[in-house]
């Protein structure tokens, strides 16, 4: 493999890398505002200058390919002087506004600006402002905060594919914005947000919520669909706040739906059911012998719901022979998908037609999807995390175990809470057979229990008077 | 083991220390100077950065604070509780402001985190409450010190 020297190391690359990648594989830090990885490179903010041996003037690390044998500086007198000439520059017509901005913390401008940057700014003359349209429900905007580095304008062309935001006008008076300020069209337009270098781009969702240093972050899976995609949740004191991509080449890259983005919060709504209920508020035992009750000695069929995860399928598989009888199980999800072959991609991007993360496993498990119930069923156990979207159901008695909201579960006999996705561990298959995890973020709210626990209780208590 | 220090005769001879020891009890009593004061009648001066009751100062009766949370992170009682907001004149406020004063130990440290200019520790120290007092912002908004 070729070498270079960067900053006196020796580094060993692959031909076609950047500076900025091959520095990191070291350690060494080259600061950038309009570089990512994920999209075309401009050079446009001129932050990760640096000097090469033999060039007459610094380059930047973002355009430069390694090549072997070359002497980088990435500190030397000329790089730190022209950082912080262009830090400078950046911060000309940028408010001080961080205590108000929801990026204060993550920022890189903010970052940057403390390590490469100078203290005190010499710019006395008015900052130029901008009055803000809306960009629709996902992005506020706030344009004072832009440096221009375009990385917006370069996602919608070549990862959403759609090319809305815009730069009008020239020079100091460059504004990014929708073509005619029309709202955002994209359905990954919380991606602007985490793109943003600055608090150009927040997420109205999460607006003046929480500081971001006080979130703690659990990197698990999205179940929006059956692609799976890598993503952190961020929490604090139990209640989720965000959702933000996780980087992983194989599967989504940088970049999360907005539908995934935004699906946790059914984990926090008022109207989820958290506490046992059998036609009103009841505790687990009564609960627990109303679900017995409501299912012995009828003709029973189990509905697992697809966003399960592989290590619940399997206790129900082990669970239901043992005391449910010869009751059939089958698998529901999305209306209308009921086997792999259904799932299609729903766009080009990341989205798929099941709208569950474990389709693709439960089928591995020998689960059948649900179409109707077998005739002469009386009676439905019915377990789910949360996101399934639940079959008509008629004329059966029906037990839920899981995450149900209080309209969803009106009419059940029995209803045991279960865990959501954020609130359990285990593993998920997506469309191409990945096995991944997910993690515990935060504990089940109310009385919720795990699936693993509930099995557990019903398997070994007697549970009330029924038998 | 335990050595008993050597004494003499008249050490020994309880009449003599006891004589002895009354007379510093007498002097201290008779013309040493008080260190107490008659409160509260009378007052002591303390210093202008003497840290006491909270305040939120207010300009043109518009509350400083932008809820930048910077006093929530820095407090190491953990008795700042703010929520954020937004209203048509200010982009961000506190729509809610509590100290937890039973907590605070008066450090001093959210006064000097605070970006803004807004949370003051006023001189006052008469704090007293029948009750458990978590001060609200309506509170905290009353102008109770020049700094």
Redesign the interface.
Known sequence: MPKCIIDGREVEFTPGQNLVEVAKKVGIQIPFFCYHPGLTVVAQCRMCAVEIEKMPKLQTACSTPAADGMVVKTRSEKVIQAQKATMEFLLINHPLDCPVCDKAGECDLQDFSFKYGDAYSRYTEEKRTYLDLDMGPVIKKNMNRCIHCTRCIRFGTEVAGIHEMVAVRRGNSTEITTVDGRPLETDYAGNYADLCPTGSLTLKDFRFKKRVWFLKRTSTICEGCARGCNMTIHQDNNVIYRCTPRENMEVNKYWLCDEGRFNFRYVNEESRVTVPMARGEVDWDAALAAARNALSGKKVAVLVGSDLTQEEAQLLLQFVPRHLGEAPLYHFGTPGIRSPQDDMPADRILKRKSKTANLHGLEKLGLKGFEALPSGTQAVLLVRGGRARLPELKGVVTVGVGVFRADEAQGFAAVLPGASFAEKDGTIVNFEGREQHLRRAINPPGQSKLLSEILMVWANSKGGTHV | MLVKPKKNFLQRFYLVEVIKGLGITMRNLLFAPSVTIQYPEERRKYSERFRGMHYIKATNGVENC?????CP?VCPAECIHIE???RPDK??YPVKFEIDVLRCCFCGMCEEAC??DAIKLSTIYEMSQTTRQVYEKDFLLEQRGNK
């Open positions: 932008t809820a930048c949370m910077l992170t954020a907001g937004e982009e961000k970006p803004k």
